[in-house]
C-alpha cells in the first residue's frame, strides 16, 4: 500500500500550482567566471589593410578553410 501512494505523493510535491511545494535550489554558472584579461601586446595593424585581409581570405568563415586551400580573389 505504501509503494501505491508513493508515485502520488511525489506528483503532489511536484505539483506547479501547490504553492507549498518544494523547489530545487537553482545553481547559477557564470560562463565569465574564469576569464582573465590579458592585455593587447605590441601595436594594432593598420584596419583598413586588415579589412581588406579579410575581405580577401572570405570573412570570418574563410578563417575556417584549410591552409593548403588557397585565399580566393575578389571577383569583380
Not at 501512494?5 to 511525489?10: F, G, K, N, R, V
Not at 574563410?62 to 593548403?68: A, I, N, T, V
Request: charged share 25%; proline share 11%; aromatic share 6%.
Amino acid at each position: 500500500m505504501l509503494l501505491q501512494a508513493a508515485p502520488a505523493l511525489a506528483d503532489t510535491l511536484r505539483d506547479p500550482t501547490n504553492p507549498d511545494a518544494p523547489v530545487s535550489r537553482a545553481h547559477y554558472h557564470s560562463v565569465m567566471s574564469g576569464y582573465q584579461f590579458e592585455p593587447i601586446r605590441g601595436k594594432p595593424g593598420n584596419w583598413r589593410e586588415l579589412n581588406d585581409r579579410m575581405e580577401q581570405i572570405g570573412g570570418p568563415l574563410g578563417q575556417l578553410r584549410d591552409l593548403s586551400e588557397p585565399i580566393q580573389k575578389k571577383k569583380k
